[in-house]
């Protein structure tokens, strides 16, 4: 992550504190919070750090941690759909009053769609991923079994959340990240656990599963696009899909994955970014078109490898190779893409498509 981070803290109507991080300069791109966030925790080859450096290099990319989590005010008595947008407008209005394009990743695409009709002079580009118009407790229809799936997931929250044991976060983890190996689930589980208290985990969850933006989905005007994996399984494919349906003129896009959140080395990462930068009218190269590196098939094989979380000698252990060997693939690939780290390798990798298998 090279980019500089600005961290400010805002107040949102009802006094509580919001922090929020900036990185970059050139026209805003705005993120609206989703609830595991924590602006100060950027982990190499997370998604997290794959959109800072994705976006800084050609804008003022912001984001910001929800109400409860994070660096925000953790103690708050308010946790509520509307409480969202009012942050969400807190910050935009602290980073300028020029339209700004605007993403919302799961649980925050109602925010973000919610807030784009509300202040439609606003936002100029609108991206959701992995959205949805209605939850468990809002959809007029309710299949009593989907009803139930959402009681489980309160349930589970409200007795396992502060657990020591991760058992109950994994089932969490297990929808988040189903293709997502043993060091990958554990990363998460600890962003979990160092983002949210577990009354926070079900306040937020109740809020949630009671979001309903059909009525601002059909008053939106502005470029909207609609991303969704196909194999989603914490929010089914058909649900990214009605949400787009709702949105005049919506671009949907599906992608191919089933993790709720792509990694950075997946397709559906590629993908996205592919995606946003149409939508935005700037090429992938942006700012300046670079020739695309070369790796050897060995190169690229130990990187995906890197980009799954695994050491060098786990690499070592599948490849049949050496550590040292697979230490040397990995150096001779930093020097192929001019990277100085790991991460930064992978993420440059990515965005050329020298990882598909």
Same mark, same amino acid.
């Given at each position: ?58 804008? %003022? ?234 790796? %050897? ?43 100085? %780290? ?16």
């Amino acid at each position: 992550m090279a980019a500089r981070r600005d961290i400010r803290f805002l107040t949102s109507p009802d006094g509580v504190q919001i922090a929020a991080a900036s990185y970059g300069s050139g026209p805003p791109l705005i993120k609206a919070a989703t609830w595991l966030t924590h602006i100060e925790q950027v982990a190499p080859g997370s998604i997290h750090e794959a959109l800072i450096d994705e976006f800084s290099r050609t804008r %003022t990319y912001v984001e910001y941690d929800t109400r409860g989590c994070g660096l925000s005010q953790r103690r708050v008595d308010e946790i509520s759909f509307d409480a969202w947008v009012r942050d969400l407008e807190t910050v935009a209005d602290a980073y300028g009053r020029e339209p700004f394009a605007l993403l919302g990743f799961t649980c925050a695409a109602g925010v973000a769609v919610e807030y784009a009709a509300r202040h439609p002079e606003r936002v100029s580009h609108l991206i959701l991923f992995g959205g949805f118009a209605t939850s468990y407790h809002s959809t007029s229809h309710p299949d009593p079994a989907v009803r139930r799936e959402g009681d489980l997931m309160l349930e589970l929250a409200a007795v396992g959340w502060g657990n020591s044991s991760p058992a109950f976060r994994q089932v969490f983890v297990s929808r988040f990240l189903p293709n997502a190996n043993q060091a990958q689930w554990n990363a998460f589980d600890k962003l979990q656990r160092e983002t949210a208290s577990p009354d926070v985990a079900v306040r937020y969850l109740q809020a949630m599963y009671s979001l309903n933006v059909k009525d601002a989905a059909r008053r939106l005007r502005c470029p909207t696009l609609v991303l969704h994996p196909k194999d989603d399984q914490m929010v089914r494919f058909d649900q990214g899909r009605r949400l787009a349906a709702l949105i005049p003129d919506a671009r949907f896009v599906p992608l191919e994955g089933a993790n709720h959140i792509p990694f950075p080395a997946e397709p559906a990462y590629t993908g996205f970014v592919r995606e946003v930068r149409r939508l935005l009218g700037e090429s992938a190269e942006s700012p300046a078109k670079v020739p695309t590196p070369r790796l %050897t098939a060995r190169q690229a094989e130990v990187l995906r490898h890197i980009a799954g979380g695994q050491t060098d000698k786990q690499i070592a252990g599948a490849l049949s190779l050496s550590p040292r060997t697979v230490e040397m693939h990995a150096a001779g690939a930093l020097k192929a893409l001019g990277c100085k %780290t790991r991460a930064e390798a992978v993420h440059c990798a990515s965005r050329h498509g020298l990882l598909d298998a």
